[in-house]
């Protein structure tokens, strides 16, 4: 199978830990594909029309879409309820966590676009300001959130809140947010003796 990525995307970056850490990276291909709103790119909207990246294909041609969705298949196929609580309210802990880290992404994502796709006349500081303070309200429920912190097995979640904490020091890197919220340096300091968060690093902007 072959995964279209790019080695800056957060959301990629779930998706090659989580393949690292089910054994499963000898079996996917990376493939660089670029996604910027604004420019088309007629190749990859064939694979993805709304041309999100990353997207894995599998060897009979079906297309699997979303980070999240491609971590579920990959789960699977190592056995089932690894890195996603099979059942239980940890099932539904985690996938709800997991959705706020998602919405954390977006909206990070967002600002960065702000940045560097609006042109200058029409970007709208007030809704970049609003998108940020939804990325930094997220990080300030999960430096409280403890127990999501030290739970003992590794979750979609917890790699998840690696990304967004990798990707806020790739573009937002004066944010302070290992300042403002130790629990989460701490947490990530731990994430990164994992060989799996290490290799990933994005490389630098
Ligand atoms: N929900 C999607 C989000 C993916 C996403 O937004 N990826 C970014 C790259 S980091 C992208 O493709 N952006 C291009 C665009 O939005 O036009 C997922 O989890 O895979």
Known sequence: MKL??????????????????????????FVPATAVPGQ???????????????ALILDNGDV??????????LDELAGGGKLIPASGALKWRVK????????????????????IARP?????????????NRAWSGMARFEKQTEMLSRPSLDI???ALTCVLGYADLRFADCGWRKAYPKLDAFHEKMLTRPSVKVSLPPSA
């Open 64 to 73: 699997i879409l979303d980070s999240y969705v491609i971590v579920e298949y």
């Open 96 to 115: 709800s966590d997991h959705s706020l880290l998602q919405g954390m992404l977006d909206s990070m994502l967002l600002c960065r676009y702000e940045k």
């Open 157 to 159: 979640a917890q790699i």
């Open 4 to 29: 279209a990525f790019s080695p800056v995307s957060p959301f990629a970056r779930k998706v090659r830990i989580a393949a690292i850490e089910l054994g499963l990276i000898d079996k996917i291909e």
């Open 120 to 132: 200058e006349p029409l970007r709208w500081q007030a809704w970049a300001d609003d998108h940020w």
């Open 40 to 54: 088309p790119n007629d190749e990859y909207s064939r694979i993805n029309p709304v041309k999100r990246l990353p």
